[in-house]
């Protein structure tokens, strides 16, 4: 299991994924799980964190299906956990059969905790047909700003990013310059902040706390394409 400090980042078939590996460096990686947006489903990119010692964070589980698990499984992988970007059904659909396959924690921005319980404010209760409900067993462990998940003597630090919800956040991985920016940031564009909960007024402010990053930080989204710091600072017109 991680650690955590302070102040120190079914039924979907098989097919319709595209499994990638992206940069690395050392022990940890990160795997893309992208799926074909040529469906009227609303649906994030997910992730997988690597440590060293083959354990696994899944970030962003958007969809209820069998694969992700199958996936672990079959490359003898340990999960440590889940981790939300924030609180939006289209990331974290497959929250409960995760936590029926491995009963995984659930880690998320401690701002974002009423939301996972609050239809209105995770959107279920306009874009699923049916409301988005967790599994009441289900170990959820609010995340604070600047904490470290200690991982496999690597790290993974939260930077809070208030703006498409209160509770957004971004996690970088230093070891390998990556950054995944959940509906924070997108390749040439930003999210949406016309949510319930969201926090307009706070975008630059938290967009601050991630230009810092060297340029070539690679950017992982919640949806689309992958880019880099570099890359937004010059071509995105919401940070110009």
Request: aromatic letters at 14%; charged letters at 25%; hydrophobic letters at 35%.
């Amino acid at each position: 299991m991680p650690t955590l400090s302070k102040n120190d980042n079914s039924s979907r078939k098989e097919k319709e994924i595209k499994v990638g590996y992206a940069y690395f460096f050392l022990y940890m990686k990160i795997i893309p799980f992208i799926y074909n947006q040529d469906t009227d489903d609303l649906i994030s990119n997910t992730y997988l964190i690597v440590g060293k010692n083959n354990n696994v964070f899944v970030v962003d589980p958007s969809r209820d299906y069998d694969g992700i698990a199958n996936f672990i499984i079959k490359n003898e992988y340990s999960i440590s956990g889940i981790i939300l970007t924030h609180a939006h059904c289209d990331h974290m659909r497959g929250i409960n059969r995760l936590f029926n396959k491995f009963q995984a924690k659930l880690y998320i921005g401690a701002d974002d905790l009423d939301a996972l319980y609050e239809n209105r404010f995770n959107l279920s209760f306009y874009i699923d047909e049916k409301p988005l409900k967790l599994d009441e067993e289900i170990d959820v462990i609010p995340l604070l700003d600047h904490q470290n998940l200690m991982y496999d003597d690597e790290k993974i630090e939260v930077i809070f990013t208030p703006y498409h919800t209160k509770g957004s956040i971004c996690l970088y991985c230093p070891s390998i310059n990556s950054l995944i920016t959940g509906d924070f940031l997108f390749k040439n564009s930003v999210g949406r902040a016309d949510f319930l909960n969201s926090c307009p007024r706070k975008f630059y402010d938290s967009l601050a706390k991630i230009l810092f990053l060297p340029d070539n930080t690679k950017i992982y989204p919640g949806h689309g394409p992958f880019s880099t710091i570099g890359e937004e600072k010059k071509l995105n017109p919401f940070i110009k």
